[in-house]
């Protein structure tokens, strides 16, 4: 089993910047893909951000490629989403997530995904 905790959310002004981390504990997530997903108020949950297991490939959303990075440091068992120029639609609750599968392609299918964490709350506003 793999426990995921997301930390990093919080209040923030448009054009703003956040990290946020999602640590694991369970097992080391060295061979696991990695994404990022959010879910806005009355709206579904969403890809944001993917990286393969080895950190070689990532994957963006549309709607946030040039403002978003994923990266993984696998020494510390942790994965991070960096977030800048912050919009208000980017209100959402974010959401890390792990699979096992260590192909090469980042992972965007949400159904790919066997672990989950509770979520971290980002506000942007206007």
Known sequence: QVQLVESGGGLVQAGGSLR?????????????????????????????????????????????????????DNSKNTVYLQMNSLKPEDTAVYYCAA???????PLRDQYEYDYWGQGTRVTVSS
Do not use: H
Not at 38 to 54: C, L
Not at 99 to 105: I, P, Q, R, V
């Open 99 to 105: 699979s096992d599968n260590t192909g090469w392609a």
């Open 20 to 72: 946020l981390s999602c640590a694991a504990s369970g097992r080391t997530i060295s061979r696991y893909a990695m994404g990022w997903f959010r879910q806005a108020p009355g709206k579904e949950r969403e890809f944001v951000a993917a990286i393969n297991w080895s950190g070689g490939s990532t994957s963006n959303a549309d709607s946030v490629k040039e403002r978003f990075t994923i990266s993984r």
